[in-house]
């Protein structure tokens, strides 16, 4: 196992202990939330720039931390897209009034197509990739942040900055997003007077 992978893990379990520790010091929230969001941006490999699009549902354990599923297409060049699936646990600072930053960190699959013409195949997928097999799918990791601002009692805007570190072999490919996701809050109780009692 790479530094690097055994530096992003070992982030991503002090991230999920720290942020536990931090909401048994505070009042739970009186019921859950569950969190259905799509968003659109654009995303580099600093080779290629092409938009980027998904959803993702989540599940809000406390005003603090919070789970969410992901699903995101990327649009990698002519001839190229590829689709990520990944889970992620996102850490909720304390918010200032109607907003609050947030990190998140999680893992899943990245995979990658490309045409039999296509001219955007980076170097971490040639010699991978053959005349009648040219998808690629390699586990990744999943780093980033933002803040998200709360625009009623159940909807909130996020934008984000967000990090996919694909592995192979021990190569890294990244391929960083920025977005901008809507995101409904449904069942329990609206998220934001929970957040501004903080």
Known sequence: MSRALRTGCSVLVLLVLAVNAAAQQTDPPEEHATTLNAFAGAASDW????????MAMGW??????????????????????????????????????????????????YRARFDQGSTAVPEFYQGRI????????????V????VSLMVSGRMSLRPEIETLLARDAGQ????????????????GLPIAPALRRR
């Open 143 to 146: 780093f980033g942040g933002g």
């Open 172 to 187: 890294n490919y990244f391929v960083t997003t920025f977005a901008v996701r809507l995101a409904y809050h449904f069942g």
């Open 130 to 141: 053959t005349a009648t097999d040219r998808t690629v799918t390699d586990p990744a990791f």
């Open 47 to 54: 080779s290629e720039t092409g938009l980027a699009a998904g």
């Open 60 to 109: 809000e354990v406390s005003p603090l931390l919070a789970l969410e599923g992901s699903g995101s297409w990327f649009n990698r060049g002519a001839g190229a897209d590829a689709f990520a699936a990944s889970f992620k646990v996102l850490a909720r600072g304390r918010s200032l009034r109607t907003a609050f930053p947030f990190a998140e960190a999680g893992f899943g699959l």
